[in-house]
């Protein structure tokens, strides 16, 4: 027997040589004025398998590295839910407009990074002076400096042995980003962007922080130079053109009465939800789920449960009890929805459901 690899018999090949005659002589008869083949000289063409037809990839397309004082990054349709790796950039604008699987980012400086949707984690790695817009499924970083986050996190965000970490909700537009999120199997409506948790805490300090609520995303991360290639990226940081809904995550709330209003699956479900908010979440429900929840309400609102996840959210205020009822009945009259009947039920609609939620996700 032979390994795979090893090299012909040299011995096989002379015994080969030697029954091979130098000179044939061939005498035949012919009958007729067709004549027969002796055998197949044609020649068969090589199998092809699957991995034979796949698009060749070259590692340099998914990965920035050691570059200074320039913009650079992937336009849309670029990545494909690839993985990608930036590594080693100094004083760079980094726009990554698509969606990955997973994005590291390793010993950058100074840097201002927009990276689309990803499906998994993003990793940052002996980073400092960063200003990034990031949506992920996971975020974590580890020996960071000076971070300033605008954040979309599925999960509860991770920090280790960092500092000076701020955070905001993420606010950021362009044209193919809904697909993106969509592609990468993330939910505008859950967003954990406040809800840090810090593996490495210093006794009497504060590795992180929230930024301020007025914070503009395009004063931490401007847009492309118009002479880059990514010129003809309509961008904005508009919060009312957020993909993402903007939400005051752990920031205290302007008023102490709340309401619960949750859209039941339907066409315009996300359109609908997107035109309030302050904190967002969306999740699947059994029959069971719904009469723990919404109690006296469950009734009439099992039936909904099957035709998907719902969208539920909190908002604050005075009066706002009575503003979302109003809203309920003039802006959605043909959606099915839930709304906090009075302010003295409304507290414990929030509490109940986003509790739910929180338990339904891990959190």
């Known amino acids: 027997m032979g390994c795979f690899f090893s090299k012909k018999s040299k011995r096989k090949s002379s015994e080969k040589d030697e029954r091979t005659p130098t000179t044939t002589t061939v005498e035949t008869t012919t009958t007729t004025n067709s004549s027969v083949p002796l055998g197949n000289n044609s020649e068969e ?3 092809q398998y699957s991995w034979d037809k796949r698009e060749k990839v070259d590692p340099k ?3 920035l590295s050691g570059l200074k004082d ?8 670029k990545l494909n839910g690839q993985q990608f790796v930036i590594q080693d950039c100094e004083n760079c604008n980094i726009f990554v407009f698509d969606h ?3 994005i590291t980012i390793d010993d950058c400086v100074n840097c201002r990074i927009v990276l689309g949707p ?3 984690s993003v990793f940052f790695r002996d980073c400092k002076d960063i200003k990034c817009v990031v949506a992920c499924q996971q975020f974590r970083t580890r020996d960071c400096k000076k971070m300033e986050v605008f954040l979309c996190c599925a999960t509860q965000p991770i920090i280790e042995s960092s500092t000076g970490m701020k955070f905001g909700c993420f606010q950021y537009f362009y044209p193919d980003l809904a697909f993106h999120f969509k592609d990468a199997g993330l939910s505008i409506f859950n967003n954990n962007w406040s809800n840090i948790h810090d593996f490495t805490p210093v006794s009497g300090e504060n590795n992180w922080s929230l930024l301020p609520e007025s914070s503009k995303v395009l004063d931490f991360v401007p847009v492309p130079d118009p002479e880059s290639e990514f010129k003809s990226v ?5 919060p009312e053109r957020s993909i993402v809904p903007l939400t ?5 709330k302007d008023s102490d009465e709340s309401c619960l209003f949750v859209f039941f699956a339907g066409e315009y479900t996300t359109a609908n939800a997107r035109k309030l908010i ?18 006296n309400s469950a009734d009439e609102l099992v039936d909904w449960i099957p035709k998907g996840p719902v969208i539920a959210l909190e908002l604050s205020g005075g009066g706002v009890v009575d503003a979302c009822r109003s809203i309920a009945d003039q802006v959605f009259p043909g959606t099915k929805v839930f709304v906090s009947e009075n302010k003295n039920s409304s507290s414990r609609d929030v509490d109940n459901f986003f509790n739910f939620a929180d338990m339904q996700m891990g959190l």
Request: charged share 40%; aromatic share 4%; net charge positive.
């Open 45 to 47: 063409p090589p199998k």
């Open 61 to 63: 397309d998914y990965m």
């Open 70 to 77: 320039v913009t650079v990054g992937r336009l849309p349709g």
């Open 100 to 102: 990955a699987a997973t």
């Open 118 to 120: 990803i499906k998994g």
């Open 234 to 238: 309509r961008i904005s940081g508009d």
């Open 248 to 252: 005051k995550g752990g920031r205290r």
């Open 278 to 295: 302050d904190e967002t979440k969306e999740v699947s429900m059994r029959p069971e789920d719904v009469k723990r929840v919404f109690q």
